[in-house]
């Protein structure tokens, strides 16, 4: 039996600026916004050549997590495209 992750999600506080930043660097394909504006959410699936597919969210609802700094030293380059 093989065993298959159908998608990873995360987080952004700027679903645009992420699209855009893993359709420009990483060939991406953007699929249409899922919308709840009864919860204040919203997310979209990317999804990379090889097949694997990232679903990034966003919500008006939950505050932003902060990260320790060894945390933030390490997400350095994740933060330019997804905020």
């Not at 992750?5 to 700027?14: F, N, P, S």
């Not at 645009?16 to 919308?35: E, R």
């Amino acid at each position: 039996m093989t065993i298959k992750i159908e998608h990873v999600a995360l987080w952004t506080r700027d679903l645009v600026q992420c699209k855009a930043f893993y359709t420009d660097y990483f060939g991406a394909t953007a699929g249409d916004d899922y919308v709840n504006s009864a919860k204040g959410f919203r997310s979209c699936f990317l999804e990379f050549d090889e097949g694997a597919r990232l679903e990034a969210m966003t919500t008006t609802t939950l505050s932003p997590v902060s990260l320790e700094p060894v945390a933030r030293h390490a997400c350095r380059a994740w933060q330019k495209g997804c905020r």
